[in-house]
């Protein structure tokens, strides 16, 4: 069972992209360093641990749609 902290929520803005939310993941976000290859797969595995691929899926996620954290912005890969 997720901890309060790492729950996540995501929404859908008007141009359809994937909004998640979710107190953990945002303060992921923040610390990581995107261009550094090490930072990035540790937050892939954090993502993977918060189960927020899994939630996309459940929303119809599909390769090539935005996805949206806190200030963060990604095309979604499968």
Do not use: C
Not at 15 to 36: C, P, Q, R, S, Y
Request: without cysteine.
């Amino acid at each position: 069972e997720a901890k309060p902290d790492q729950e996540i929520s995501i929404t859908r803005d008007d141009d359809g992209a994937f909004v998640v939310h979710g107190m953990a993941l945002e303060k992921l976000v923040a610390m990581t360093n995107f261009d550094n290859e090490e930072a990035l797969r540790r937050f892939q595995q954090i993502w993977r641990k918060l189960e927020v691929e899994a939630a996309l899926k459940e929303r119809g996620i599909q390769e090539g749609d935005t996805v949206r954290i806190s200030d963060m912005e990604f095309e979604y890969k499968a």
